[in-house]
């Protein structure tokens, strides 16, 4: 058969993409535990002749196309989520509790797909192809280390001259495709906090320190960091996940325990927030308490390169037409791909993949997804992957 452009390849193979998902997606694997799916991609690269390095980062896959430079990679995660999953449909989780609930079994099929795209591909532009299938996205190992963060470690991301990846997108239209240059998604910190108080009697109020009194003027003050210690310009999110206190209607507590998340883009605004939750906390030793604070530093913001962002963009205008390019918007999720779009030039995109009417949100136990997105990513990744190779190219004659 004669293809006018890589779309239509990708389309013709949108039944083995739609297979390879769904078997993902019946066999789900939480983070570093990737085995069998490992396993599938591993066996599926080598048949397609593909160099395959395996237990990268613990549980990742590495497929190597070409060789030399320039180098470009390509990836995608592999781990679900501890949810069950609620979708009555033929391809429904087959393993209690666990379900693919954010699209990263599609995100392998799609790369999957790109990989036998690019390895039949006659007059594929000289230099290296490596597929990254990422363990570990959701999640962080007993180190605090995710999976970009291993893969980067086991010099899995070496000599890449740029670095591409898609998230599928349940609540934008399928075939509309949205990337942003510069900072696209949030670094994301967050911490545990203890107000200590001393506990007492709930009729004698007066013969203790109630921490829950002293809770309710921090929680003011920490949502007051936002409205007024931060500039009003800088995008910021601080929000309470969980408060746990008390055991009785008539015993005051002796401590509370809280916790919550930290967004922001910018690098020096990410430390003052830390800075100003202290201070905000502090306000329960004017009220005779005291407290604990621990911060756990997670990803940092996602910042896409202007050159990669504008392949993609120009990729996606000549393959769908540019009413197809979705106005571009920032979010304050976080996403582990931006240690790697350190490592590199590097940029990812959001994949239109939205299903029916019915809301399905990412991480919810509805989530699901238009499997006919699919071949559109992998025709998008393919040939930014193709025109990359050529624009890096003069940087290594």
């Known amino acids: 058969?004669?293809?006018?452009?890589?779309?239509e390849r990708a389309q013709d193979m949108d039944h083995l993409i739609t297979a390879w998902r769904r078997d993902i997606h019946m066999h789900p694997e939480l983070s570093f535990e990737e085995h069998r799916t490992a396993n599938f991609v591993a066996e599926?690269?080598?048949?397609?002749g593909i160099r395959v390095e395996t237990g990268v980062g613990k549980t990742g896959v590495v497929g190597?196309?070409?060789?030399?430079?320039?180098?470009?990679g390509i990836r995608a995660d592999m781990d679900a989520l501890p949810i069950?999953?609620?979708n009555d449909v033929p391809y429904a989780s087959t393993v209690p509790g666990k379900m693919h609930a954010c699209g990263h079994d599609a995100h392998t099929a799609i790369l999957l797909g790109v990989a036998r795209l690019l390895?039949?591909?006659?007059?594929r532009p000289p230099g290296?192809?490596?597929f990254l299938f990422q363990p570990a996205e959701e999640d962080e190992d007993k180190e605090g280390k995710s999976g970009a963060v291993r893969m980067i470690e086991d010099d899995a991301l070496e000599n890449l001259d740029a670095v591409i990846a898609l998230h599928v997108a349940s609540g934008l239209p399928t075939g509309q495709v949205m990337i942003r240059s510069g900072h696209a998604s949030a670094a994301v910190d967050s911490f545990e906090a203890t107000i200590i108080g001393e506990g007492c009697h709930g009729a004698?109020?007066?013969?203790?320190?109630?921490?829950?009194?002293?809770?309710?003027?921090?929680v003011n003050a920490i949502h007051g960091i936002r409205a007024r210690r931060i500039n009003p310009v800088q995008p910021v999110v601080i929000s309470i996940g969980a408060v746990h206190a008390g055991s009785a209607n008539n015993i005051i507590p002796d401590k509370v325990e809280m916790n919550g998340t930290i967004r922001s883009f910018d690098e020096d605004i990410r430390e003052q927030l830390l800075v100003e939750l202290e201070q905000a906390l502090s306000i329960v030793r004017s009220l005779g308490g005291d407290y604990e604070l621990k911060i756990v530093r997670g990803y940092p913001s996602l910042h896409n390169d202007p050159d990669v962002t504008s392949l993609i963009e120009q990729v996606t205008i000549d393959l769908l037409g540019e009413n197809n390019l979705y106005p571009p918007e920032s979010g304050m999720g976080a996403e582990d791909f931006s240690f790697m779009a350190q490592k590199a030039p590097g940029a990812m995109f959001n994949l239109g993949?939205?299903?029916d009417q019915v809301n399905r949100p990412h991480h919810s136990p509805i989530f699901d997804l238009d499997e006919s997105s699919f071949p559109i990513g992998a025709a998008i990744l393919a040939e930014s992957a193709c025109r990359l190779l050529k624009a890096k190219a003069n940087g290594h004659r």
């Not at 058969?1 to 779309?7: A, D, F, P, S, T």
């Not at 013969?207 to 009194?213: K, R």
């Open 84 to 86: 069950h999953e609620a």
């Open 44 to 48: 599926t690269l080598q048949a397609l």
């Open 1 to 7: 058969m004669e293809y006018h452009n890589i779309l």
């Open 204 to 218: 004698y109020p007066h013969f203790g320190a109630d921490p829950i009194f002293m809770l309710a003027q921090a």
């Open 119 to 123: 390895s039949e591909m006659d007059n």
């Open 353 to 355: 993949a939205k299903l």
């Open 64 to 72: 190597y196309l070409g060789e030399g430079r320039p180098a470009i």
């Open 128 to 130: 290296e192809i490596r």
